[in-house]
């Protein structure tokens, strides 16, 4: 029953902006904190994002650091990532995973199927 639904994902022009959401069950949200990776073809998975259980603190990976914004809304069992000023380079499938824990460290123990973010030149 412990899900993680990516969506949100599409085709946007260089310069533009995507949501994606994350939607949770079969747990309590909030006592997990959730990170974002994404894959592009050919490449490694890359550490995107991750947010606290509590939404208190949030991480960013360099590359998408002051364009990509990562939040909660635990009533709704729901994790964002609002991505601004997209770049070619964004173009790859994200997923969203969860934390062992509350905070932003150690592993990550389930994972969503991934939504597909294409930006075209």
């Known amino acids: 029953q412990l899900q993680l639904v990516e969506s949100g994902g599409g085709l946007v022009q260089p310069g533009g902006s995507l949501r994606l959401s994350c939607a949770a069950s079969?747990?309590?949200?909030?006592?997990?904190?959730i990170g974002w990776f994404r894959q592009a073809p050919g490449k490694e998975r890359e550490w995107v994002s991750c947010?606290?259980?509590?939404?208190?603190?949030?991480k960013y990976a360099n590359r998408v650091q002051g364009r990509f914004t990562i939040s909660r809304d635990n009533a709704k069992n729901t994790v964002y990532l609002q991505m601004n000023s997209l770049k070619p380079e964004d173009t790859a499938v994200y997923y969203c995973?969860?934390?062992?824990?509350?905070?932003?460290?150690?592993?990550?123990?389930?994972w969503g199927q991934g939504t597909q973010v294409t930006v075209s030149s």
């Open positions: 079969g747990f309590t949200l909030d006592y997990y904190a």
């Open positions: 947010i606290s259980g509590s939404g208190d603190s949030t």
């Open positions: 995973a969860r934390v062992s824990q509350r905070l932003c460290v150690g592993s990550y123990d389930y």
